[in-house]
């Protein structure tokens, strides 16, 4: 599922839903909050460089 989303070994997800992850708001709890029906968009950081990618959970 992440190759699908664009992600590759090394990225580190930022964002998603232009949610900041933190310890407080850690990943799994954003994407608990995110309607299955919906693709989400995520902020990632590769190569020391910002790049925007999408992800859908339903095929």
């Not at 699908?4 to 909050?33: C, F, H, M, W």
Request: charged share 35%; no cysteine; glycine share 4%.
């Amino acid at each position: 599922p992440a190759d699908k989303a664009g992600l590759k070994e090394g990225d580190i997800i930022l964002e998603v839903n232009n949610k900041k992850i933190t310890r407080k708001s850690p990943l799994k709890e954003i994407l608990k909050q995110s309607p299955v029906e919906k693709p989400i968009t995520m902020k990632i950081l590769r190569n020391k460089a910002e790049i925007d990618a999408q992800a859908s959970f339903l095929e």
